[in-house]
């Protein structure tokens, strides 16, 4: 899989990250969410054991092409 970076909201670059794929996905770095309520709902919703999710700012929407329009 090929990374191209797309932005940050980060002062100092590292983190939180977004990046597109060669294959017409995203790559979102983030805060990996480990509260309990939040991963009960999202496991009710079909969020299977070995998937997880990150947290990300809105701010970071921004760099998605869409938003961009």
Not at 22 to 40: F, H, I, M, N, W
Request: with cysteine; aromatic share 8%; net charge negative.
């Amino acid at each position: 899989m090929e990374l191209t970076f797309l932005g940050t909201t980060s002062d100092k670059g590292s983190c939180p990250n977004v990046y597109a794929t060669d294959r017409g996905t995203y790559v979102v770095q983030g805060e990996k969410v480990t509260d309990p309520d939040a991963l009960a709902t999202l496991r009710a919703r079909g969020l299977p054991e070995h998937e997880t999710v990150v947290e990300i700012p809105a701010g970071l929407v921004q760099y998605f092409p869409e938003a961009r329009g």
